[in-house]
């Protein structure tokens, strides 16, 4: 089975940055749809970013302009810049690998992000 390994989670000022790693398998990383998805207490999940092999990205509205997802398929990685960081980005981050068909492969477990005020 194929495990995905978040990092780069962390306490954060709001106006600041933190970049997400997800090491992902390389059996998986390169056919694949890889992607950022978050949690926050009470609230319901949602998807934060994607990225295919080839390139086509999709963000959430909430995060536009300010975050940027990117692939190093050379080291089987799946970044998130975050930039600007708000408090309504608090949440458990979650990267993701997926077919293009939306059946989940594998999920990481999780990296918290706190940004205070």
């Known amino acids: 089975q194929v495990l995905l390994v978040e990092s780069g989670g962390g306490l954060v000022q709001a106006g600041g940055s933190l970049r997400l790693s997800c090491a992902a398998s390389?059996?998986?990383?390169?056919?694949?749809?890889m992607g950022w998805y978050r949690q926050a207490p009470g609230k319901q999940r949602e998807l934060v970013a994607s990225?295919?092999?080839?390139?086509?990205?999709n963000y959430a509205d909430s995060v536009k302009g300010r975050f940027t997802i990117s692939r190093d398929n050379a080291k089987n990685t799946v970044y998130l810049q975050m930039n600007s960081l708000k408090a309504e980005d608090t949440a458990v981050y979650y990267c993701n690998a997926r077919l293009r068909s939306g059946i989940t492969l594998a999920w990481g477990q999780g990296t918290q992000v706190t940004v205070s005020s």
């Open positions: 990225r295919t092999s080839g390139g086509i990205t």
């Open positions: 390389g059996s998986i990383f390169s056919s694949n749809i």
